[in-house]
């Protein structure tokens, strides 16, 4: 069973910086979408960047300038970038990748955004 392991969560002052890292524990054949989703208290859970299998990203518009998500292939791992950090993006970071074998997801990390 491939499990997904994030960390890099944690406390960071408005205008600060995270990176997030999800690595995967055993391969993933034909992998075509890599992503970070959040979910805050009293929300759903909303997809934040992602990246295709042929490298295409996207973000949600909120994040867009401040975030930037990377993969690197050899490893099965995506990063998550965060800069300039709000109180707004304090929320349960979570990773999911897609390929052979269907949506796998990482545990989720917290992460607080507060002076």
């Known amino acids: 069973q491939v499990q997904l392991v994030e960390s890099g969560g944690g406390l960071v002052q408005p205008g600060g910086s995270l990176r997030l890292s999800c690595a995967a524990s055993?391969?993933?054949?034909?992998?075509?979408?890599m992503g970070w989703y959040r979910q805050a208290p009293g929300k759903q859970r909303e997809l934040v960047a992602q990246v295709t299998g042929r490298g295409s990203t996207n973000y949600l518009d909120s994040v867009k300038g401040r975030f930037t998500i990377s993969r690197d292939n050899a490893n099965i791992t995506v990063y998550l970038q965060m800069n300039s950090l709000k109180p707004e993006d304090t929320a349960v970071y979570y990773c999911?990748?897609?390929?052979?074998?269907?949506?796998?997801w990482g545990q989720g990390t917290q992460v607080t955004v507060s002076s």
């Open positions: 055993r391969i993933i054949f034909s992998i075509n979408f």
């Open positions: 999911m990748i897609r390929g052979f074998g269907g949506d796998y």
